[in-house]
Structures are given as structure tokens and as C-alpha cells.
């Protein structure tokens, strides 16, 4: 029985100084890149000290307006203009987290690994919210320049966080375990290009709109313009929408006096090609084919009539200017979004090959019977690269 115990003991006593072995072999000799048998090292967390930093922006405001004006005629201007936007927050974001030159200069190479295709989610995105067809219509109610600065800033808030976050995470994977931060105004990355990078200057962007906007409305069509036109109108598109608005006084936080507003608006518009941007005919002799090219579809015309179905003021509110032509805007922008409709635009571009038939095919085979006729449409606007 004694020698039972003993052997137990002994086991017992070899496997306990094995585990020992095993551990401290681990921790000063085993390697620190994952082995064949599964095991990693344990990562150690890496210190954040953040550090008052103000924010330095690359963009001038001037430019920036005139680009947004027309991205298409400055396409190789706004890939810039998205460049320079998106490496200001990371600069800020890099200082205000105090990175060391080492990972600093690292942004920038990191950054250019997504610009490629950040400048064209850009780009497209700004031309589905900014209309640049109705500058007229925006000119007039003084909100063109206005319209810019806010779809510049909801395109730009879209894509700031994923971009700053990704940027960031892969700088610092070399710290190969959790992040901690201290120091004042700790916040995330996201928060700090958000409210302290692109928040400021999109308020610097909305003063500078708000002074061109007024001065564009007031000089607007000063004297009579007259200009030639080259248009082909293919479809009309009449529509018909109300809006009502309702204003009201407080005192000490309690409504006491209101005033509606009931507006009805109907629209005509014009759906069709402007021939002066672009209008070419070409031969294949090979396939027997006359190609004609032809811009893409836009709104050529947009009328927008309204009257006024009710106005009930208040004993103690007035109407101003602004709140009817606010109104009158909304109304405006709404028919605006529905023109661009995808299928209004494919079935003017149908018309077009119909009138393109009719008017050229009959001539093209009095010349010779074989050859048919073909419609393309193109993009007026050239895509350029940084």
C-alpha cells in the first residue's frame, strides 16, 4: 500500500514540474507568430494619448464652390477636392490621437489604397443629390450654392467613418492587441473627423453659400439674354401636388396664435437632348450602318405654376417672403426628383430613335437600301483621374 502511495506521489510530483516546464518554456522561449500546434501569443494593448489638436483644412472655399458648380466640366478638380478633403480629417484625426511620425506618414499610402474608388462613390453620389440642371430654378430662390455645401456634406458624412475607422485600425494592428485611450476629449476616430474635422467645415462652406446665394439672386438676369439653342424635346410630363405648412407663435412655450399655409403647384416639363453638346454621325461601311450618337436625356424645361389655395394667418403671426417661397421650393424640388426618374429618362430616349427613324432613315437608304440606322447615347461629361 506504501508503494502505491510513493508511485502516486512520484506521478503526481513529475507532472506538476512538466506543467512548470511546459508554461515557462512558453513564455521565454516559445515563438511569438502562430505554431503548427495552434497556440498565439497573447497580444499586448497599446496606449492612445490624446492630444489638443486644431483642425487644419486644405480646401479653399472659392474653388471648392466653383467645382461643385460643374464636377463633370471639373471632374480631375473634384477627384482633387475629395483627396484633399479625406487626408485633412485623417491628418486631424492622426494628430488628435497623437500617432507617432513613424504611423503619420503611413496615412497618407494607406489613404491612396481607397481613393481610387472613393472619388467616384463621390463623385456619383453628389450628382444624384445635386440636380445641376435646375441651377436656374435654385439661383432664383437663392439656394444653389446652399444645395451644394449640404449634398457635399451628406456624401461626405457617409463615407468619413468607414474611411477614418479602416484607416486607423490598420495603422495601428502593429500594437497586436486592445486599444486603450486616455488624455482630454477622448472620443472615437469617427467622432473626432465628424465634429471636429468636417462639421466646422461644412460651416465655414454654408456661410460662404449663404453670401453667394444672395448676391447671385439679387444680380440675377439683370438684363434680357437672349441665346441660340439646338433641343430635341421628346416627351412633356405635366404633373400636379400640394403642400401645406402650418406657422405658429409661442409664448413661454405655449402656441398662441398659428397661421396654415395650403399651396398647390402644377408642373410642365420637357424631356429631351440638347444637340448643341453633342450630336455626330457615323458610317460603318463593313456592318452597313449609320450610327447617330446622342447625348444623355435631361430636363430641358421645367415650369412649376403655383396658387395659393388657402392662407389663414394668425392675430399674431405674419407671413414673410420666406415662408411662401420656402413652400414654393419644396414643391419645386419634388417634381425635380420625379423627373429624374429612371424610366421617364429610358422612354425618352425610345422617342428619340423613333423621330432619329423617321427623319434620317428614309433619306440614308434613298442612297443606298442596305444600310439601317442606329441611335447610341453618350455622357457629355469626360470621367478624368487624379
Not at 440675377?220 to 405648412?245: C, F, N, Q, Y
Not at 397661421?259 to 408642373?267: C, F, H, L, N, V
Request: hydrophobic letters at 40%; one cysteine or more.
Amino acid at each position: 500500500m506504501d508503494n502505491i502511495k510513493t508511485i502516486l506521489k512520484t506521478v503526481l510530483i513529475v507532472g506538476l514540474a512538466g506543467i512548470a516546464i511546459f508554461v515557462i518554456w512558453k513564455k521565454f522561449f516559445g515563438s511569438n507568430d502562430n505554431s503548427d500546434d495552434g497556440y498565439i501569443s497573447v497580444p499586448k494593448g497599446m496606449q492612445i494619448n490624446y492630444v489638443p489638436a486644431d483642425f487644419r483644412s486644405t480646401l479653399n472655399e472659392e474653388e471648392v464652390m466653383q467645382i461643385l458648380s460643374n464636377p463633370s466640366m471639373y471632374r480631375r478638380d473634384f477627384n482633387k477636392m475629395v483627396y484633399n478633403l479625406n487626408m485633412d480629417l485623417l491628418d486631424h484625426v492622426s494628430r488628435r490621437m497623437g500617432l507617432p511620425d513613424t504611423l503619420r506618414t503611413q496615412v497618407e499610402g494607406e489613404y491612396r489604397k481607397h481613393h481610387n474608388y472613393l472619388k467616384d462613390l463621390y463623385y456619383h453620389d453628389f450628382l444624384q443629390l445635386q440636380d445641376t440642371t435646375s441651377a436656374i430654378y435654385q439661383q432664383w430662390y437663392a439656394n444653389d450654392a446652399s444645395n451644394m455645401v449640404d449634398a457635399l456634406n451628406e456624401v461626405a458624412s457617409k463615407y468619413t467613418c468607414f474611411l477614418v475607422n479602416h484607416v486607423m485600425t490598420t495603422l495601428l494592428k502593429s500594437g497586436n492587441g486592445a486599444l486603450s485611450v486616455k488624455g482630454r476629449k477622448v472620443y472615437s476616430p469617427c467622432s473626432i473627423a465628424m465634429e471636429e474635422g468636417l462639421k466646422p467645415m461644412v460651416k465655414r462652406m454654408q456661410e460662404k453659400a449663404v453670401i453667394d446665394d444672395f448676391n447671385q439672386s439679387k444680380g440675377m438676369l439683370e438684363e434680357r439674354v437672349e441665346r441660340s439653342i439646338a433641343e430635341l424635346a421628346t416627351i412633356e410630363v405635366r404633373d400636379k401636388k400640394g403642400a401645406s405648412k402650418e406657422l405658429k407663435t409661442k409664448v413661454l412655450g405655449y402656441s398662441v396664435s398659428s397661421t396654415e399655409i395650403e399651396i398647390t403647384a402644377i408642373s410642365i416639363a420637357k424631356i429631351g437632348f440638347k444637340l448643341d453638346e453633342l450630336f455626330e454621325i457615323q458610317t460603318n461601311s463593313s456592318r452597313k450602318e449609320v450610327v447617330v450618337i446622342l447625348p444623355e436625356p435631361r430636363v430641358l424645361s421645367h415650369e412649376v405654376y403655383p396658387k395659393i389655395d388657402k392662407l389663414d394667418v394668425g392675430w399674431m403671426r405674419e407671413v414673410k417672403n420666406e415662408d411662401l417661397n420656402t413652400v414654393f421650393n419644396l414643391l419645386r424640388e419634388e417634381f425635380r426628383r420625379d423627373l429624374n426618374d429612371t424610366q421617364v429618362m429610358n422612354r425618352s430616349k425610345k422617342h428619340a430613335e423613333k423621330i432619329m427613324q423617321t427623319m434620317l432613315l428614309p433619306m440614308i437608304q434613298s442612297i443606298d437600301p442596305r444600310y439601317n440606322l442606329k441611335v447610341k447615347f453618350r455622357g457629355s461629361g469626360m470621367q478624368q483621374n487624379l
